[in-house]
């Protein structure tokens, strides 16, 4: 994983934890939806805070640290007591559970990351990509769109 990585620049350099990310992805609604943070910068962080910090994503207090200190993705965004909160209650919790679920029946995910890619506007169905994927998995599976796309003027 390290190897592949490095070539994308992904040195999981100070990686140390295998977390449970359920509050990880609580921290990300909560970005989102509290702070006006893409989930795309909020995941971007996080993958920073585990993979080259060091940081154990599953903790609380954790997140709430590393939200808000220096730099931090919600610094002056909110507030430290209201995420604590938020990450303690469990709120979006089930929200959260019921996409993955979703996302199990749907589109047989089971990894992550799992990336869904699609012609806009397509009836096609789409392809997944599951795990870390080499950039050339990415082109191929583009051109494929563009071949069905080119041979195939129903799926639009």
Known sequence: LRSEGRKDNANFSNWKWWPNTTKAHQF????SQKCGVSTDA?????????????????????????????????AGKGNTDELRSFLERDEGKDEMLKAIKLGRSQYSITSVPFFIIERE?????PYGLSGAQKSSAFRATFEKLMTTAGNNKDSD
């Open 121 to 125: 506007g397509s009836n096609a169905r």
């Open 28 to 31: 990300v609604s909560f970005a």
């Open 42 to 74: 909020a995941n971007q962080f996080l993958f920073d805070a585990l993979y080259e910090k060091g940081e154990n994503i599953s903790l609380t207090e954790t997140l709430v640290r590393i939200g808000f200190d220096s730099g931090g993705i919600l």
